[in-house]
């Protein structure tokens, strides 16, 4: 295929690159670590970061869905946070406030919001 698309003698060039397990699994971990190493020296140049944690933040707010590892007083991800940031602000995220009036809902609009969400 290398060889019809790009020519024999790049064909050629490929047959010598090594494909054993161990190199194929050294090249990916070396990929791993500069895409590590760039994020996180983006991170620092700009000076600010957000983190998504199967939930949406930012650095002023934190929404989630309400669930104990979440929301838990103490040993909650939230606990945690206002530990480090006690002014962060806390909400329930739009997504689940939705789905959660979608119950009272006709039949057919809980049908789309299911959809949506």
Known sequence: MVGTIYGKEFAKK???VPLSND????RIQNMSHDIKDKVIAAI?????????LDE???CYSVYCDGAPAMLGALQGFIAHVKEENPS?????CLLHRENLASQKLSHE?????????
């Open 23 to 26: 190199a194929v699994k050294k």
């Open 56 to 58: 949406s933040t930012d």
């Open 44 to 52: 620092k140049k700009s000076g600010h970061y957000s983190l998504q």
């Open 88 to 92: 962060v602000m806390v909400v329930h």
């Open 14 to 16: 490929i047959e010598h």
């Open 109 to 117: 609009l809980q049908k789309v919001m299911q959809e949506v969400t």
